[in-house]
């Protein structure tokens, strides 16, 4: 064993010669590497300690291992899934995102935080590098292995948590000071959005413009206003698609100073808040719902909150059976407006939008094992007297709602016990 290690050094001697020899022969600056034993600080942080606060997580106490078990507190035999088969990238759903899975090789914009399995404090916050989400181009070796495996599963507005083994991380050599060999890596990951390479390429071409803001603005403001008649028209998937179009473009936008950031996420409230009403329109209330999440990580940046945004999200969850939630939601608009009451037209008869909810409900309701249904209605007549009617067709007996002995606008629908 000692012949070994004398043969070693001598190998090292030689070549550190030999470098030294091909290194004087070359002009300017020569400089000496060191084979120094890496030295791994868990103390070490690229942050101010006081902005880690905000993103301590107790679940993560631990002890470390080579292993995926070093997560074992945070996972239950239902509560995550095997993205690889072999338990490399474990995947834990928090909130779910709406449309198609992201594509292959495009281009995402997402937040992370970033943990290792025995320490509370995060290695890597995105949040802390900047108020916008980090850009990303999947297929092309810039996010970790693991991650990029993990991404590739997420929708647009998805929460996830993904537990990445060593071998898909930063495997035996780690990443110091910092991260150790064989660390186990959770990630937090908040996927905002994703666009593909040709949308890409059409706008980084002018990335050098010093107008690219203003002129990127005018664009944005242009598709916005497309949008907004489009909506007025009741072309709803029309204008759907123009505000989605602008809240890309807005990913994409650099910005030189506070104030744009600024204009950059007010526009992002606007636009979110403009989705959540049309996904209301389409009865799309989970949408609804995800869209005033959406809006809420930049409203709250600029401490601007849109009344508008309230009361979409507060009637979408009422509609949704979430009535506690829902309450807090239509509050909070009237608290920001007291003297908007926002009375909708109560004659106005119910759209067909509502009526095919309305059904799929009561469908569910009649085969579920719920005992009570409650349905919000407005003041016309008709309306109320087709409810009834509807009722009674599935032998389901219901009764108005009161209220500190006042009659509401809700009714109330029981099973009829045999």
């Known amino acids: 064993m000692s012949d070994e290690k004398e043969l070693s050094c001598e190998i090292d001697s030689i070549l550190k010669k030999a470098s030294e020899e091909i290194l004087n022969k070359q002009s300017g600056h020569c400089f000496t590497v060191e084979n120094i034993e890496p030295n791994f600080n868990e103390d ?7 902005d880690l606060e905000e993103f301590i997580n107790f679940d993560m106490l631990g002890e470390e291992s080579d292993n995926l078990e070093s997560f074992s507190n945070i ?9 690889t088969g072999d338990r490399s990238v474990l995947k834990i759903l928090l909130d779910p995102g709406i449309g198609q899975v992201v594509p292959e090789n495009y281009i995402v914009f997402l937040h992370y935080i970033a943990y290792i399995s025995n320490l509370h404090e995060p290695f890597d916050v995105t949040y802390l590098q900047g108020k916008r989400p980090k850009r990303f181009t999947l297929g092309n070796y810039e996010l970790l292995p693991g991650l990029e495996i993990g991404v590739k599963t997420m929708r647009i ?27 186990t890596i959770l990630f937090d990951v908040h996927l905002v959005s994703y666009l593909s390479p040709e949308n890409s390429l059409l706008y980084d071409k002018d990335s050098r413009d010093p107008e690219r803001f203003n002129i990127s603005m005018v664009q944005v403001k242009k598709i916005h206003k497309e949008g907004n008649e489009l909506f007025k028209l009741r072309n709803i998937e029309r204008a759907i698609f123009k505000y989605e179009k602008a809240i890309e473009l807005l990913h994409l936008i650099g910005c030189n100073s506070d104030d744009e ?53 507060g009637k979408a969850l009422r509609l949704l059976k979430d009535f506690s939630e829902a309450n807090n939601k239509l509050k909070k608009a009237l608290k920001l407006e007291p003297k908007n009451k926002y009375q909708e037209d109560e004659n106005v008869r119910w759209p067909p939008s509502f009526w095919e909810v309305f059904h799929t409900r009561l469908s569910e309701f009649v085969n579920g094992d719920d005992d009570i249904l409650t349905v919000n209605l407005n003041n016309n007549l008709d309306d109320i007297e087709l409810v009834k009617r509807k009722v009674s067709t ?25």
């Open 44 to 50: 070490y942080s690229p942050y101010v300690k006081k």
């Open 75 to 83: 996972l239950t035999s239902t509560n995550h899934e095997d993205l």
């Open 261 to 313: 950031e600024v204009e950059i996420m007010k526009y992002l409230n606007k636009l979110y808040t403009n989705l959540s009403l049309c996904y209301l329109k389409q009865c799309a209330f989970n949408k609804v719902c995800r869209m005033g999440i959406e809006a809420m990580k930049y409203s709250e940046r600029f401490s601007k909150f849109s009344t508008k945004l309230f009361f979409n999200w």
């Open 157 to 183: 507005g998805e929460n996830a948590r993904f537990i990445v083994s060593p071998e898909l991380a930063y495997r035996e050599m780690g990443c110091p000071p910092r991260i150790p060999p064989n660390a």
């Open 394 to 418: 599935y032998n389901l007996k219901w009764h108005i709602i009161q209220k500190a002995g006042v009659e509401s606008k809700s009714i109330a629908i029981q099973k009829i016990e045999e």
